[in-house]
């Protein structure tokens, strides 16, 4: 009979045992239902699970080769800028939150200190936050008249050949610029350096590429019939496109940004080439990147910025 009483002893003994280890193995808060936090230990992590990767952000400035104008595709008629441009196929290759504010026919004064006059509201750089990413640029053709002259030359070219014909043709009523000088281009670097200090200025952790422009035509000056340039013209425009290439590439090694260069290889593809990447002369973008030509821009750069290491950023959970 005795046996009983140990039994009973026994068993509360365990009873007592298990209910400490329960106790110290699960939270109270399981045990009673209670969702009030526990405050952490003072220099300790409050959560220690990996931080989640967001897409970066990513901000395209520029003039026209960056917001590729064409008869089809615009998606914002003031800039004239189309869904499949560099930036935007960029940002679909690798996933980037992209605000893209390149616009037609702006220049580095546009970018860096007013709102492009019927075009923007405010300058392109203001796009730029401090969580700003990535930053791509493709300008300054514009501030040396680069795409101007050479459209105004050749509408002027076709007109006098179309009054040859009988043919009423109309072009804008404005001379075309002079050649830039060597100072011009002298200048062109320096703003082009200032767009990248203002950048990194407003976003000091992005990653700053420049692209440059594939050329309209090759070294030598090649021309056919859907670029109608005088051989003079061609070697004026050849020159041209050398100078803001060279600042171009300068800006980008003063600045250690990085380059994307679309002119060697774009030698191969001019308007005059059996597979080109930018138009000729016509209508509503003479001279700007077909849709070959936007592929291979958005191709190269990234390319670049895959080969930089650039990755998405990450925050805390």
């Not at 499949?84 to 860096?112: E, F, K, M, N, W």
């Not at 014909?165 to 610029?177: A, K, L």
């Not at 030509?293 to 910025?305: F, K, N, P, V």
Request: proline letters at 9%; aromatic letters at 4%; charged letters at 20%.
């Amino acid at each position: 009979m005795m046996r009983r009483p140990f039994l009973a002893a026994v068993a509360t003994t365990i009873v007592i045992v298990m209910s400490a280890l329960v106790a110290t193995l699960v939270p109270w808060s399981v045990l009673t239902g209670s969702t009030t936090e526990k405050t952490a230990v003072p220099g300790t992590p409050k959560d220690d699970r990996a931080p989640i990767e967001r897409a970066p952000r990513y901000v395209a400035l520029g003039s026209s080769y960056a917001s590729g104008p064409d008869s089809s595709g615009v998606i914002n008629t003031r800039c004239l800028r189309t869904g499949d441009d560099y930036p935007h196929q960029v940002a679909a290759a690798l996933r980037l939150d992209l605000t893209d504010v390149s616009c037609s026919g702006s220049t580095i004064p546009d970018i860096l200190h007013r709102a492009q006059p019927h075009r923007a509201d405010a300058p392109q750089i203001d796009a730029v936050t401090a969580d700003t990413d990535l930053v791509t640029v493709t300008t300054g053709g514009n501030d040396v008249g680069y795409i101007g002259r050479l459209t105004s030359i050749s509408c002027t070219n076709q007109l006098t050949r179309a009054t040859m014909r009988g043919v009423g043709v109309h072009c804008r009523d404005e001379p075309p610029r002079n050649p830039p000088t060597a100072s011009d281009f002298a200048r062109l670097e320096r703003e082009m350096i200032a767009i990248v200090e203002a950048v990194r200025l407003r976003a000091p952790k992005a990653v700053v590429v420049i692209v440059n422009y594939p050329p309209v035509l090759d070294p030598r000056g090649t021309t056919c019939a859907s670029v109608p340039l005088t051989p003079a013209e061609a070697a004026t425009t050849v020159a041209t496109f050398d100078g803001l290439r060279r600042a171009t590439d300068a800006a980008a090694r003063a600045t250690a940004s990085i380059l994307v260069d679309a002119a060697s290889p774009g030698a191969d593809h001019t308007a005059c080439s059996a597979s080109p990447w930018v138009y000729g002369y016509r209508l509503p973008a003479p001279y700007h990147p077909n849709a070959d030509g936007r592929r291979a821009m958005a191709r190269l750069t990234t390319d670049a910025i895959a080969a930089s290491g650039f990755s998405a950023p990450t925050t805390p959970r």
